[in-house]
């Protein structure tokens, strides 16, 4: 069982930035894939960024240019720098990692990224 752990959300102006991270718990555990996806109140979950363990990403139109996904392979962790933040970022944001290309999600327990002047 993959656990997740997840910090940085919170409450930032318009223009702003936050960093959030998730650490994956296990050892000799070096997930295929790691990302963040985002549920905003009212709307479907939608996938923000991913990287590979090869370091290939995926972003959403609406984040490119604004949000840069890293992670720390040794570590187990993936980052996302988000910046210049809009209203209509606010959203409970959710880490997942896929283990290898086939196997299914695991999720973090989200972090709540409210941005409102």
């Known amino acids: 069982q993959v656990q997740l752990v997840e910090s940085g959300g919170g409450l930032v102006q318009p223009g702003g930035s936050l960093r959030l991270s998730c650490t994956a718990s296990?050892?000799?555990?070096?997930?295929?894939?790691m990302g963040w996806h985002r549920r905003a109140l009212g709307k479907q979950r939608e996938l923000v960024a991913v990287?590979?363990?090869?370091?290939?990403?995926n972003y959403a139109d609406s984040v490119k240019g604004r949000f840069t996904i890293s992670r720390d392979n040794v570590k187990n962790t993936v980052y996302l720098q988000m910046n210049s933040l809009k209203p209509e970022d606010t959203a409970v944001y959710y880490c997942?990692?896929?283990?290898?290309?086939?196997?299914?999600?695991?999720w973090g327990q989200g972090t709540q990224v409210t941005v409102s002047s």
């Open positions: 997942h990692v896929r283990a290898t290309p086939v196997a299914s999600l695991s």
């Open positions: 296990g050892s000799n555990f070096r997930p295929y894939a």
């Open positions: 990287m590979t363990i090869g370091g290939s990403t």
